[in-house]
């Protein structure tokens, strides 16, 4: 079992910066492609970055050049460093992870950018 665990989010004003973390457990971290996804009300889930395994990664076009994913694999932890932050970056942020045909996801946390 999977288990998926975020942390970092909070409130911060326009231009301000957070990191958010996200912890596995239940399987092997190295091999698991992961991303971050956020939620804001009324809207559909988007993703925000994702990190292969290998190390590739992607960003929304929202977000590039202001937020950066990274992994630990010794730590089996991902990160989402935020810069620059916006109002319209307000969400619920998840963690999920790839695992063949699996997909795990975390409870999230709120990131709340004050304008």
């Known amino acids: 079992q999977v288990q998926l665990v975020e942390s970092g989010g909070g409130l911060v004003q326009a231009g301000g910066s957070l990191r958010l973390s996200c912890v596995a457990s239940?399987?092997?971290?190295?091999?698991?492609?992961m991303a971050w996804y956020r939620q804001a009300p009324g809207k559909q889930r988007e993703s925000v970055a994702a990190?292969?395994?290998?190390?590739?990664?992607y960003y929304t076009d929202s977000v590039k050049g202001r937020f950066t994913i990274s992994r630990d694999n010794a730590k089996n932890t991902v990160y989402l460093q935020m810069n620059s932050l916006k109002p319209d970056d307000t969400a619920v942020y998840y963690c999920?992870?790839?695992?063949?045909?699996?997909?795990?996801w975390g409870q999230g946390t709120q990131v709340t950018v004050s304008s």
């Open positions: 999920r992870s790839d695992i063949g045909l699996y997909v795990y």
């Open positions: 239940g399987t092997i971290f190295s091999v698991m492609s």
């Open positions: 990190i292969t395994s290998g190390g590739s990664t």
